[in-house]
């Protein structure tokens, strides 16, 4: 998951300035008070597996490092920040207003869990008209194979991917 870390910053460097930068996080509770998990019968196996369910391995506990901007990349005081408590950056955020308001039609993606939470906040914003385009070497997951798959199918279905010497090339 380290290795995508020079390919954010070196995408970073090369926008304009013009560009919002939307860092977005994910911030659960210690009580698991907001545990989507609580609300489901079916848990898949992933989940069954790790203990997720009772709120045990969550890495994005409030107050923990797993739900804080690593350094390298820490936004300045005036970034615009996003927490989200569920896979997408749309579901109960306020992030489409935003980008509504600053007449944004184009996402360009980058983060872990490649697979469960960038693909589904692709997916989300495919669904509300936005443009897609996915950092194929700004993007992890636990495994590579299935991080592959993941942008194969955004290539496929919902938009480009590009690594992240390209990204600037489109400006």
Not at 153 to 164: C, N, T, V, W
Request: net charge negative; charged share 25%.
């Amino acid at each position: 998951l380290q290795l995508i870390i020079p390919n954010i910053q070196l995408l970073l460097g090369s926008l304009p300035e013009e560009v919002k930068i939307i860092y977005v996080v994910t911030v659960r509770e210690p009580d698991g008070s907001d545990s989507h998990w609580r609300f489901h019968r079916i848990l898949p196996e992933r989940v069954r597996a790790t203990g997720e369910a009772r709120g045990q391995d969550c890495n994005c506990l409030r107050g923990t490092w797993g739900a804080q901007i690593v350094d390298i990349l820490k936004p300045s005081a005036d970034a615009h920040i996003v927490s989200k408590r569920r896979n997408s950056a749309f579901y109960e955020t306020d992030l489409e207003m935003r980008l509504h308001c600053w007449g944004i039609d184009t996402l360009i993606l980058t983060g872990v869990m490649a697979d469960i939470c960038v693909e589904s906040t692709a997916r989300d914003a495919f669904n509300r008209d936005f443009d897609i385009v996915v950092v194929s070497d700004g993007v992890a997951s636990g495994d590579d194979a299935v991080c592959r798959e993941m942008l194969d199918r955004m290539a496929r279905s919902f938009g480009a991917f590009l690594p992240a010497a390209k990204i600037g090339g489109l400006f």
